[in-house]
C-alpha cells in the first residue's frame, strides 16, 4: 500500500503533521511523544499508527516505557528434520556452516542452534501436544484413558503481551481447525483449561481478520451479536447466583469455578467492544501480495502451491506483529505424519522418509525438503530485519523459536531446535551450542518469556530454568 508523504501543502494534514480530527491530539510540540493508539481521521477513513520513532519520548527516563513491544513465535515442523544435515560439527559462533543452515548464513550472528534440546513427553508423533506444554497427557485414541493437557507457554505470554492488542494471540497452520482426536495436530495452542484453541490456515481468512475494515452493516451485525451474547450471559449468570443458595460447599466451589470462567468470557466481551470501535491499521502491502490474497489459498484447495503460500502465510505474521495486531504467535508449519505438497517433488511422503533405515538417497530427500523450509525461514527472518523499528529492527524486538517434538528416529531428544532474534532483548546468540546432557525444551520457552517480561516464565512445567547459554 502507497503511503502519501506528509507536508505542510497537503490540505488533509494541518501543520503538525497530524489531521484536525485525529484522535487524542492537541496542540503538540517535537519533544512530546505521539500516544501509542493515536488514530488519523479524515475523509470518513481513519487509521491507527504503527510504532513510530515519535512515540518514544525523548528524554532517556522515560523511553523505557515507551519502548517497541516484544513478539514471541513458536513454530513447529513436524516429523523430525535430518538433523545429520542440521548440526555443525563444532560449536561457537565460528561453526562451519551445514546443508539445513546454508539459507540462513546471510542471518548468522542473529540466530542459535541449540543440540542437545529434550521433550520428556514427546517422540513418536506425540510431540506436538506437548511441545509447548510440556505435558505428561497425550492423547491416544485407542488408550482408552481421560485426556487433559496444560496451558501453553504462548498463551501463559498471551496474558502478558496480549493484554494491548486486537488479538491476544494468532494461532496459524497448515490445515483449519484443531486435529484434536487424532495424530497430528493443527494447533500449538492449549487454553487454561487444557482445551486446544484453533488454528486458522487461509491467508485471505487471516488477511480479513487482521486488515478488512468492517463496513457498516456488519459493524452494526459485530454489535448486536456481542449484545446478544452478552445478555444471554447475563441471564446465566443470575440463575447460577439463585441456584448457589442451594447448594452445598463442593458445589459452590464448583460453581465459583463457573463464575470465574464466565467472567473470563464477559472480558474477552468486552474487549470485543472495544476493538470493535477501533480502526484496523492498513498493512504496508505489496501489489503482488495484495492481488494474491484476493482469493483464497488454503491448502485445502487444488490450486494451492506450496512456495506461494509460505511466503504469504509468514508476510501475514510479520505484518501482524509490525502493525501490533498480535505479539503472541503460533505457526505449525509442518503437521506430524506429514505427506507432501504437490512442488515439493519428493519420491514418496515425507512420513514414510523418516523411516530411512540408513538409506542415503532417503536421507538426502529429507534433507532437500528441509532445506525448502529453511529457505521460507531464512526470508522471514530477513523481513523482520528488514523493518526499522525504534533505535533497531523488528527482529531484535522478536524471539522466535523453531522446533520439531522429535528427532531422528523418531526420538524425544536431540531435537532440531532454532532460536532467532530477541537481540535488543537480551538474547546473545552463540552460533551453535550443545547444550549440557538432556536440556528440557521448556528452558527455551522460559527463556524466551524471561527475555520478554512474562511474569512467571521460570515455573513454566516441565522447565528447570533459563538457558544460560543465551545469556
Avoid at 487444557?194 to 488454528?199: E, F, K, N, S
Avoid at 502491502?285 to 509460505?310: C, I, N, W
Avoid at 532483548?425 to 521448556?442: I, K, N
Wanted: glycine share 12%; proline share 6%.
Amino acid at each position: 500500500m502507497a503511503h502519501r508523504r506528509r507536508d505542510a501543502g497537503d490540505d488533509r494534514f494541518d501543520g503538525r503533521g497530524f489531521g484536525p480530527r485525529a484522535s487524542g491530539l492537541g496542540p503538540r510540540t517535537r519533544s512530546e511523544p505521539i500516544s501509542r493508539r493515536t488514530v488519523l481521521r479524515g475523509a470518513g477513513a481513519a487509521v491507527a499508527l504503527p510504532f513510530l520513532d515519535a512515540m518514544i519520548p525523548r528524554r532517556a527516563a522515560a523511553a523505557a516505557g515507551a519502548r517497541p513491544p516484544a513478539r514471541l513465535g513458536f513454530f513447529y515442523l513436524g516429523t523430525g528434520w535430518n538433523t545429520r544435515e542440521l548440526f555443525p560439527r563444532t560449536p561457537g559462533p565460528r561453526y562451519e556452516t551445514t546443508r539445513l543452515l546454508a539459507p540462513l548464513e546471510p542471518l548468522r550472528g542473529r540466530f542459535t542452534v541449540l543440540q542437545g534440546m529434550f521433550l520428556e513427553f514427546g517422540g513418536a508423533h506425540d510431540g506436538d501436544h506437548t511441545f509447548l506444554t510440556g505435558s505428561d497427557a497425550i492423547f491416544r485414541p485407542k488408550s482408552g484413558k481421560d485426556y487433559r493437557n496444560s496451558i501453553s507457554c504462548d498463551q501463559l505470554a498471551a496474558r502478558t503481551l496480549g493484554a494491548g492488542t486486537r488479538f491476544p494471540s494468532l494461532e496459524l497452520s497448515e490445515r483449519r481447525g484443531t486435529g484434536f482426536g487424532g495424530q497430528g495436530l493443527r494447533t500449538l495452542a492449549w487454553s487454561q483449561e487444557g482445551i486446544p484453541l484453533p488454528a486458522e490456515c487461509d491467508p485471505h481468512v487471516i488477511f480479513e481478520r487482521l486488515f478488512a475494515a468492517d463496513g457498516p452493516e456488519q459493524a452494526r451485525e459485530n454489535a448486536r451479536r456481542i449484545r446478544q451474547r452478552r445478555s444471554v450471559l447475563d441471564g446465566m449468570r443470575a440463575a447460577a447466583q439463585d441456584l448457589e443458595r442451594t447448594l452445598g460447599k463442593a458445589d459452590r466451589t464448583r460453581l465459583d469455578q463457573y463464575f470465574t470462567s464466565l467472567r473470563e468470557v464477559e472480558k474477552q466481551l468486552e474487549r470485543e467492544i472495544a476493538w470493535s470501535r477501533t480502526p484496523k491499521a492498513p498493512p504496508p502491502l505489496s501489489a503482488r501480495d495484495a492481488k494474491e490474497l484476493g482469493t483464497s489459498m488454503s491448502p485445502e484447495e487444488p490450486r494451492f502451491d506450496h512456495q506461494t503460500y509460505a511466503r504469504l502465510m509468514y508476510e501475514l505474521i510479520a505484518l501482524a506483529w509490525q502493525t501490533d495486531n498480535t505479539r503472541v504467535t503460533t505457526y505449525v508449519v509442518r503437521r506430524e505424519l506429514f505427506s507432501s505438497y504437490p512442488g515439493l517433488e519428493i519420491m514418496t511422503d515425507y512420513h514414510s522418509l523418516t523411516h530411512h533405515g540408513g538409506d542415503a538417497r532417503k536421507l538426502d530427500e529429507l534433507a532437500r525438503v528441509d532445506t525448502i523450509y529453511m529457505q521460507h525461514l531464512a526470508k522471514f527472518l530477513e523481513r523482520l530485519q528488514s523493518v526499522r523499528e525504534g533505535d533497531g529492527t523488528l527482529l531484535d524486538r522478536c524471539l522466535i523459536g523453531v522446533g520439531s517434538g522429535m528427532g531422528m528416529g523418531h526420538s524425544r531428544d536431540q531435537l532440531p531446535t532454532i532460536v532467532a532474534g530477541g537481540a535488543a532483548l537480551g538474547l546473545r546468540h552463540r552460533g551453535f551450542v550443545r547444550t549440557e546432557g538432556d536440556t528440557p525444551l521448556a528452558n527455551l520457552w522460559a527463556t524466551m518469556l524471561d527475555r520478554a517480561g512474562v511474569p512467571g516464565a521460570r515455573q513454566l512445567r516441565g522447565a528447570t530454568g533459563v538457558l544460560r547459554e543465551l545469556g
